[in-house]
């Protein structure tokens, strides 16, 4: 790790360079206030050490830009001085500085606090990535609740993939594809934007994850990235408000552009995770428990609702529901047995 040590003292200066040295950290120097400024600023060390009285600026001062600089500020901050009494000590520690340490000092002492700082700025980088990881994995697709819960306990959520249940919703609009073929780009854009947008709203309304968009369908995870007792019904939820939603929503459009929306529910086990490669990955849910819940959407007609058993078994006291029956679907030997969601109980 990289350690800046700015003294204007050049005795002290190479002291503690050696000191840093012999812990087998890269060290780099300043001698003057605006030089260890720029130095950290350009360099982004992972420690930096810092006197309090140097030409051009106070280690203070420099502690202060750093620390509410938000490109540096996460870096910690060792003032090392003479000026060791108690108001300067409150007084750095103020100024944002993360420890401090008087002079003369102890060499041991410099090297137990140098690793133990550098120890914690290897952590905090550790959870800072992983932070930026989750924010870039859901902050799009989820409730920004949610990513606040994942974004203060990070362990919550396995990004490299897992075999859990889940609950798998499709949702596409009926009769986009005969739309499309006498709709210019355009406008068609638009339109499919306006349906995407209420189904997303409708998702994240009921704590689901929008998974992908899919031409012009939608898939949404439930149970996932945080644990949901009831994440059958949430997903139950979503479908039945969104056709609730479809009439007020027609109003809006030409009556071209008024289409139903087929949705498909299935719960079972899937592999859940992070899918792709190291620059493009995608949280997303894979197996058979997908497909199902795939299938199911595409059997369905004038804004159906159909959900397979797994899912009828953990809703059926809070619907009205008909069987449907054991259907086929594409790429499946046994049948799904699936009911038809009406409206709530």
């Known amino acids: 790790m990289k350690v800046l040590v700015a003294d204007d003292n050049p005795d002290t200066r190479q002291l503690i360079k050696d000191i840093v040295l ?23 060390p992972d420690l930096v050490i810092l006197d309090v009285n140097m030409p051009g600026m106070t280690g203070f001062d420099v502690c202060a830009q750093l620390k509410s600089d938000e490109k540096t500020n996460f870096i910690p901050i060792l003032i090392l001085t003479a000026l060791s009494d108690v108001e300067h000590r409150i007084f750095g520690l103020d100024q944002g500085a ?25 952590e905090s980088d550790e959870l800072r990535k992983t932070q930026q990881v989750i924010r870039k994995t859901f902050e799009r697709f989820v409730a920004p609740s949610v990513v606040q819960q994942l974004l203060q306990n990070p362990t919550q959520v396995k990004l ?38 209420l189904i997303v709203s409708m998702i994240q309304q009921s704590h689901g994850t929008v998974d992908k968009f899919l031409g012009d369908g939608v898939m949404a995870l439930f149970n996932t990235p945080l644990p949901q007792e009831d994440h059958a019904l949430y997903a139950v939820e979503t479908a039945l408000t969104m056709r609730a939603a479809l ?33 493009i990955m995608d949280f997303t849910a894979v197996g058979d428990t997908v497909n199902i819940a795939s299938r199911l959407q595409g059997l369905c007609t004038n804004s159906q609702i159909l959900i397979s058993i797994q899912t009828y078994e953990r809703v059926r006291d809070r619907i009205v529901a008909r069987p449907i029956g054991h259907l086929n679907v594409k790429n499946r030997t046994e049948a799904v047995m699936t009911y038809e969601v009406l409206d709530w109980s």
């Open 98 to 122: 993360d420890d401090y340490l008087g002079k003369p000092f102890n060499p041991r002492e410099l090297m137990a606090r140098v690793e133990t700082r550098l120890r914690a700025k290897s």
């Open 247 to 279: 009439n007020d929503f027609h109003q809006r459009l030409e009556p071209l552009y008024r289409m139903g929306i087929n949705v498909g529910i299935h719960t079972g086990m899937a592999v859940v995770g992070n899918v792709g490669t190291a620059d």
């Open 160 to 197: 490299g993939g897992k075999l859990q249940e889940v609950t798998v919703m499709f949702a596409d609009m009926e009769g986009f594809t005969a739309i499309s073929e006498r709709t210019d780009p355009e406008t068609l854009l638009s339109i499919l934007n306006e349906y995407h947008a």
């Open 22 to 44: 012999a812990t087998g950290h890269e060290v780099i120097t300043a001698y003057d206030g605006p030089g260890a400024l720029r130095t950290a600023q350009t360099q982004m």
